[in-house]
């Protein structure tokens, strides 16, 4: 397959990258990891008025319509970026998911408010430390509304809708909640990385609305999880270059013995590693980024591969550009534990590594 991002997929790229070099640098990441920010609202106003948080919306619901292919992108220097916005759960999975399954009301309701950045949406699923499954859902609607409570959800804390997954008389369904209206409670958790807000959703008779279709919970969920990886992992992967990046550099200017520590074969070898897995991760998303774009049968494989390959890398490049550092790697000072934080939280996201690797191996043993 011959396939690269256009002309003008680039410019939005490139547009994206000086709008956060410009607003969202380190010191901006800090003050929310410091705690005087619940995220950088300004970057967030920011990125919507640039229509970045529209980018795959359709225009009749406020968008851009960039397409996929643009947002993808866009999540690769949101990942270089760190940028503590909660870009990922509102756009790469509720509004997403409202473009999928809504109905046109939900449409025109929501999706506009999305774009515009007035509404940070997020996706409720998990309920135990255990991986979710269609059989140990609990969280239930019943005639008194929804109850049950969800598990460390991501941007939970600032969020205004939530999609919860949720057991209804005829299956799963996936359920829209005003996070704002009665019956609904959040309890802050504590993270390896703070700049996402994580909260425990708890719903006691909360009125909700169904989304798509009744019983289809599930179904939806995994479908909507297959396109969101391929966000998320061009996300990991803009993570992975920027830790790369920063290893090289330091590498490069840090003398020792009269000779730059780049020079010595044990920080050669192990940037080389960091290189090769970020290749490899990066060729896979651009094959799932056509999958995505194009909406093909071969999605749920090209989105597994992505999104292991896309872990394993940031992973592996966010840990060793600490050990390139040394011991400065390890102070508050440097910047390296904001991506290995980052890198460690995204993995968790959508289901950890092992489940991603499961999905990998159905999706090729269908396709053998």
Same mark, same amino acid.
């Given at each position: 397959?011959?396939?690269? =991002?256009?002309?003008?997929?680039?410019?939005?790229?490139?547009?994206?990258? @000086?709008?956060?070099?410009?607003?969202?640098?380190?010191?901006?990441?800090?003050?929310?990891?410091?705690?005087?920010?619940? %995220?950088?609202?300004?970057?967030?106003?920011?990125?919507?008025?640039?229509?970045?948080?529209?980018?795959?919306?359709?225009?009749?619901?406020?968008?851009?319509?960039?397409?996929?292919?643009?947002?993808?992108?866009?999540?690769?220097?949101?990942?270089?970026?760190?940028?503590?916005?909660? =870009?990922?759960?509102?756009?790469?999975?509720? *509004?997403? #998911?409202?473009?999928?399954?809504?109905?046109?009301?939900?449409?025109?309701?929501?999706?506009?408010?999305?774009?515009?950045?007035?509404?940070?949406?997020?996706?409720?699923? !998990?309920?135990?430390?255990?991986?979710?499954?269609?059989? !140990?859902?609990?969280?239930?609607?019943?005639?008194?509304?929804?109850?049950?409570?969800?598990?460390?959800?991501?941007?939970?804390?600032?969020?205004?809708? #939530?999609?919860?997954?949720?057991?209804?008389?005829?299956?799963?369904?996936?359920?829209?909640?005003?996070?704002?209206?009665?019956?609904?409670?959040?309890?802050?958790?504590?993270?390896?990385?703070?700049? @996402?807000?994580?909260?425990?959703?708890?719903?006691?008779?909360?009125?909700?609305?169904?989304?798509?279709?009744?019983?289809?919970?599930?179904?939806?969920?995994?479908?909507?999880?297959?396109?969101?990886?391929?966000?998320?992992?061009?996300?990991?992967?803009?993570?992975?270059?920027?830790?790369?990046?920063? #290893?090289?550099?330091?590498?490069?200017?840090?003398?020792?013995?009269?000779?730059?520590?780049?020079? =010595?074969?044990?920080?050669?070898?192990?940037?080389?590693?960091? %290189?090769? *897995?970020?290749?490899? *991760?990066?060729?896979?998303? %651009?094959?799932?980024?056509?999958?995505?774009?194009?909406?093909?049968?071969?999605?749920?494989?090209?989105?597994?591969?992505?999104?292991?390959?896309?872990?394993?890398?940031?992973?592996?490049?966010?840990?060793? !550009?600490?050990?390139?550092?040394?011991?400065?790697?390890?102070?508050?000072?440097?910047?390296?534990?904001?991506?290995?934080?980052?890198? !460690?939280?995204? #993995?968790?996201?959508?289901?950890?590594?092992?489940?991603?690797?499961?999905?990998?191996?159905?999706?090729?043993?269908?396709?053998?």
């Amino acid at each position: 397959m011959d396939f690269d =991002f256009s002309e003008e997929e680039r410019l939005v790229q490139e547009q994206t990258a @000086r709008f956060l070099r410009d607003r969202c640098d380190m010191a901006a990441v800090r003050r929310v990891l410091d705690g005087e920010q619940v %995220y950088a609202s300004d970057v967030w106003q920011g990125v919507a008025e640039l229509g970045l948080a529209g980018t795959a919306i359709a225009e009749a619901y406020g968008g851009v319509e960039a397409g996929h292919l643009s947002l993808c992108l866009v999540a690769q220097e949101m990942g270089a970026h760190v940028a503590p916005v909660p =870009f990922s759960s509102s756009v790469y999975l509720a *509004a997403e #998911a409202l473009s999928l399954f809504g109905s046109d009301a939900q449409k025109s309701r929501w999706l506009p408010q999305i774009a515009a950045g007035e509404v940070i949406g997020t996706v409720a699923v !998990n309920e135990t430390l255990s991986q979710p499954t269609a059989d !140990n859902i609990t969280c239930a609607v019943t005639a008194g509304g929804l109850s049950g409570s969800k598990l460390a959800v991501a941007d939970g804390g600032i969020a205004h809708l #939530a999609l919860v997954l949720a057991r209804g008389e005829d299956g799963l369904d996936m359920r829209l909640v005003e996070l704002a209206g009665k019956g609904v409670q959040r309890a802050a958790v504590d993270t390896v990385d703070p700049t @996402r807000n994580t909260a425990t959703l708890s719903f006691d008779g909360a009125d909700s609305e169904l989304l798509g279709d009744a019983g289809q919970g599930w179904a939806q969920l995994q479908r909507l999880y297959d396109r969101a990886a391929v966000l998320f992992a061009f996300e990991q992967v803009g993570g992975a270059q920027a830790a790369l990046d920063m #290893a090289v550099g330091y590498a490069q200017e840090r003398f020792a013995f009269g000779r730059p520590i780049g020079s =010595f074969q044990a920080l050669k070898h192990m940037m080389a590693d960091m %290189y090769v *897995a970020l290749k490899l *991760a990066e060729s896979n998303c %651009y094959y799932a980024a056509w999958a995505l774009a194009s909406d093909a049968p071969e999605l749920p494989l090209a989105a597994a591969t992505a999104r292991v390959s896309a872990t394993q890398a940031y992973q592996l490049c966010s840990r060793d !550009n600490i050990q390139v550092h040394g011991g400065m790697g390890f102070t508050w000072e440097f910047d390296c534990h904001l991506y290995y934080r980052r890198s !460690n939280y995204l #993995a968790l996201q959508l289901g950890g590594l092992s489940v991603w690797e499961n999905k990998l191996v159905d999706a090729l043993a269908r396709a053998a």
